[in-house]
């Protein structure tokens, strides 16, 4: 039995560690969420390649020869075979030239994409590809804020989360095997809340401890590598460098042409040397050369890890495995235990199933600040006596809009910068740059808004904003289908087809809490930030209505 | 094929042990609860047997786990927005 004034120590610290975090914690879960589905968002917002057919895996060789041949630096720098065939690769092959950096341009590097014109001659293009997805991505690491700042806040976040996790277990503890399951709704709101917050919080306890602990180590990596250079390492940290870049080191050319083996036959000599790995692309570096090689990037059956540094290194002349260090298998411990944790932060492993199971449990964890907030709204609520009026607490009041502008805000602003890929299309100079435009003045707008209105009717109008913003996405795409003129795209692919799916089931959702909201402001409880009643005014309702927020 | 068992022997050791809890409100005269948690307990174990012969030790162990936290807190959910339907 734990003493209760333990327990009362307990519940403040995850009250305030909670409530200090909650907002940082529900962009990124949320976002996080969508990043589970990064692939197919990219491939959702990448234009068709215009004009160009796909260049056959039997005609690759004669692809990247031309490529080769007329650009020397994609040869050095590697050339990327893509093997899917996917709406986000542009073309069989792309790679990237470096570029001086000009004002306004995000970096200093223009991405190519080349493939074979009818005549058997290379038809090559510089085309930035979108980087949408990778947009949610860096508002899921580090909430919208520069990421030389975001990411060091967001490592203190991720601590203070991590805190108020183990605090809230310890607070939960005394009726943990009681409660179990236990989701009362009802007339008593606080109660509900309660357990709104713990059923997601305690059944998913141990994947919120994994996302706490690995978070810190991503945002504060930097820190850390410093830290243990000077306390562990010392001058040797350099050298463990050396040996982690070794897989990825290719051999120096020698200057002799040789014939390469085709990528079809790299692809069987690889089947049969490492049958385990699942292979992402090819990248060929100093094709044609003696000592050309293959880099192949992907995840291996039973490992947990990161798909994109993962592989093995092959000869382009002989097939032969020149390196399979970076290989999960073949990994140091040090090393496999870093890449595990990596991948469990990002479900890099197995595929769909995992995918879903994190994108649900990454929703819920947004859900679990929203409830925490409710719940610290609920429990600080002033009861009206007799009818009576009564004024809410300036924090409560302030607490909710805050709740209500930065959570709906950052719904809507994801959705909209998500719709903005089609819109936006050949009508701007710089759509990545839009991405952002988009998302940070809906967001911002959401606040103001917020604050501007109050947490009731702000909640409503900002749902029916998130509702038919993200009803926006699978609206776009059948836009697009049926209006071909505007100049925008409908895939067919099960993938893209999937995004505009759970957008149409999410927006459902976000309009149910709209109405269900407008009720609440309408006809719930008048002595509470929820209401646009004033107290002892009368409910237009005479039957009760399930009260929610 | 086998992973399609073992998502079904998981989700349903999960309604097993759901609805042999006190809390459960999927059924309005609730069923026996030891034999339930008996049921639910074998399922699980049977479902992490099933995933780990599909995708190896490790990658089994957190796909099952991953799907057991997935449906634990799914299920109390579901009752919730049933009975919130039915006007309860």
Redesign the interface.
Same mark, same amino acid.
């Given at each position: 039995m734990i003493r209760s004034d333990i327990v009362r120590l307990y519940k403040t610290v995850h009250t305030w560690t909670g409530i200090s975090c909650g907002f940082a914690l529900f962009i990124a879960f949320y976002a996080g969420a969508l990043t589970m589905f990064k692939e197919p968002i990219a491939r959702w917002a990448s234009p068709p390649a215009v004009g160009v057919a796909a260049v056959p895996l039997d005609d690759a060789p004669r692809l990247l020869e031309l490529v080769a041949a007329a650009h020397p630096q994609a040869r050095e720098e590697g050339i990327k075979l893509h093997l899917r065939g996917h709406e986000n690769e542009p073309a069989r092959v792309t790679w990237e030239e470096d570029a001086p950096h000009e004002e306004g341009q995000p970096h200093d590097h223009v991405h190519w994409w080349a493939t074979l014109k009818p005549d058997g001659t290379l038809l090559a293009q510089p085309e930035e590809p979108s980087e949408l997805a990778d947009f949610i991505n860096e508002i899921h690491m580090s909430v919208g804020i520069p990421q030389a700042a975001g990411l060091p806040l967001m490592g203190l976040v991720s601590l203070l989360y991590g805190v108020a996790l183990i605090a809230g277990v310890i607070v939960l503890l005394p009726t943990l095997v009681k409660?179990?399951?236990?989701?009362r =709704?009802g007339k008593n709101l606080k109660r509900m809340w309660l357990d709104a917050h713990n =059923? =997601?919080g305690i059944?998913?306890l141990?994947?919120h401890l994994v996302m706490a602990i690995t978070a810190i180590a991503l945002c504060w990596k930097g820190e850390l590598w410093s830290a243990q250079e000077v306390a562990i390492f010392g001058d040797r940290q350099a050298i463990l460098m050396d040996r982690d870049n070794g897989p990825f080191e290719v051999p120096k050319p020698t200057g002799e042409a040789a014939a390469m083996m085709a990528p079809a036959q790299l692809l069987r000599k690889l089947e049969e040397q490492v049958p385990d790995l699942q292979p992402s692309f090819l990248v060929f570096k100093n094709y044609g050369d003696t000592a050309a090689a293959v880099r192949v990037p992907g995840a291996e059956?039973?490992?947990?890890g990161d798909t994109h540094l993962g592989g093995v290194m092959l000869s382009a002349v002989t097939g032969d495995v020149l390196k399979d260090g970076a290989l999960p298998s073949r990994q140091d411990p040090d090393r496999r235990a870093a890449e595990?944790l990596y991948g469990?932060h990002t479900g890099q &492993?197995?595929g769909l199933?995992?995918k879903?199971? &994190?994108f649900?449990?990454g929703l819920?964890g947004a859900w679990l600040f929203y409830t925490g907030n409710l719940l610290w709204i609920e429990t600080r609520r002033k009861k009206a006596r007799d009818g009576g009026a009564v004024e809410q607490s300036r924090s409560t009041r302030l607490l909710g809009s805050a709740t209500v502008g930065v959570c709906l805000g950052c719904v809507a602003g994801l959705s909209l910068s998500i719709v903005a890929a089609k819109w936006l299309h050949g009508r701007v100079a710089d759509l990545n740059h839009w991405h952002a435009v988009v998302y940070y003045v809906v967001f911002l707008g959401s606040i103001a808004w917020a604050f501007a209105r109050g947490a009731a009717r702000s909640a409503v109008h900002l749902l029916c904003l998130s509702a038919a913003a993200t009803m926006a996405i699978p609206l776009t795409t059948l836009t697009a289908l049926l209006f071909p003129a505007l100049g925008m795209w409908a895939h067919g692919s099960a993938a893209t087809l999937g995004v505009d799916v759970v957008a149409f089931m999410g927006a459902l959702c976000f309009a149910w809490m709209a109405v269900a909201t407008l009720r609440r402001t309408r006809h719930g409880p008048a002595d509470s930030v929820w209401s646009i009643r004033k107290p002892g005014q009368a409910s237009a309702l005479s039957t009760p209505v399930?009260a929610d927020a | 094929m086998i $992973?399609s068992l073992a !998502?079904a022997l998981t989700v349903l050791g999960c309604a097993n042990i759901?609805l042999a809890?006190p *809390?459960?409100?999927w059924r309005a005269r609730p069923l026996p609860r030891t034999p339930l948690r008996a049921a639910g307990s074998l399922l699980l174990v049977a479902g992490l047997a099933a995933w780990v012969a599909a995708?190896?030790?490790? @990658?089994g162990f /957190? @796909?099952a786990? *991953? $799907?057991v936290? @997935?449906c !634990? /807190?799914? /299920?109390?959910?579901a009752?919730?927005f049933r009975? $919130?339907g039915r006007g *309860?």
């Open positions: 409660d179990f399951f236990a989701l =709704v =059923v =997601v059944t998913a141990p994947f059956r039973g490992h947990v595990t469990l &492993y197995e199933t995992i879903w199971a &994190y649900f449990l819920a399930p | $992973v !998502l759901y809890s *809390h459960q409100k995708l190896r030790p490790m @990658v /957190f @796909v786990l *991953h $799907v936290m @997935v !634990l /807190f799914v /299920f109390p959910y009752a919730a009975s $919130v *309860h």
